[in-house]
């Protein structure tokens, strides 16, 4: 079966610090990954999204950025974090469709609490 | 782009009753509609969904309907206990992006004991 992780659960960083945030699914191959962000207590907004090795979307302007740097493997990062980047930060996948995104079920991973101080 | 509407942004129920949540969609071309459900602190998980090839889905206490001719979708849970007491969301594929998901604002339900 497949599975989704993504660390760190929590982090508390300073303003202007950089940032890292990691996810991996295991069990399936060229899967379509992405990055949402949410607020406290709003809904989720899409940041990233990904259909190959290398090939990354951006869906709003920002200070964050990711990479793919494997088939399985998504990054988040950011060279020097905002206030306005705390939130909670999912890792998601879905089934590939000939190297497209599916229109089909998002799984989340668990999930990273940002908090920048 | 593809703009999901999802109704109410808040849902306070008492334990018994049932709740509905409605989402509208406007990308005609979408055939597939999830719900998931967020519980405080947690990942939005995959409570039940629905293709547009049928109109009604149940799965023990909840269920989902589609009308696709007016282009909305409902979900709809009976017997609310305090364990329903979450963020529910909708979401659609939006052909003309890339069949990305776009998901609803959210509506957080309250199941009161």
């Known amino acids: 079966s497949q599975t989704i992780h993504q660390w760190p659960a929590t982090l508390v960083q300073p303003v202007g610090s950089p940032l890292s945030l990691e996810c991996t699914v295991e069990?399936?191959?060229?899967?379509?990954l992405y990055w949402y962000r949410q607020a406290a207590g709003r809904g989720l907004q899409l940041l990233f999204y990904?259909?190959?090795?290398?090939?990354i979307s951006s869906e709003v302007p920002q200070n964050l950025s990711a990479s793919r740097p494997q088939d399985r493997q998504f990054i988040l990062s950011s060279k020097k974090l905002l206030l306005s980047d705390s939130g909670f930060y999912l890792c998601?996948?879905?089934?590939?469709?000939?190297?497209?995104?599916?229109?089909?079920?998002?799984?989340f991973g668990e999930g990273s609490w940002l908090t920048v101080v | 782009g593809e703009n999901v509407e999802q109704h109410p942004s808040t849902l306070s129920v008492q334990e018994g009753d049932s709740a509905v949540i409605k989402c509208t969609y406007s990308d005609s071309a979408s055939n597939y509609f999830p719900w998931y459900k967020q519980e405080l602190g947690k990942r939005p998980q995959l409570i039940i969904d629905?293709?547009?090839?049928?109109g009604e889905k149940k799965d023990q206490r909840i269920a989902v309907t589609l009308n696709k001719t007016a282009k909305h979708f409902s979900l709809h849970i009976t017997e609310t206990q305090p364990e329903d007491s979450a963020v529910y969301f909708c979401?659609?594929?939006?052909?003309?992006?890339?069949?990305?998901?776009?998901f609803g604002g959210g509506t957080r339900v309250l199941v009161k004991p």
């Open positions: 979401a659609a594929p939006y052909k003309a992006a890339g069949n990305k998901l776009t």
């Open positions: 069990g399936t191959s060229n899967p379509n």
């Open positions: 990904s259909v190959g090795i290398g090939q």
């Open positions: 998601a996948w879905s089934v590939s469709y000939h190297g497209l995104i599916s229109g089909n079920t998002i799984y």
């Open positions: 629905i293709r547009s090839n049928v």
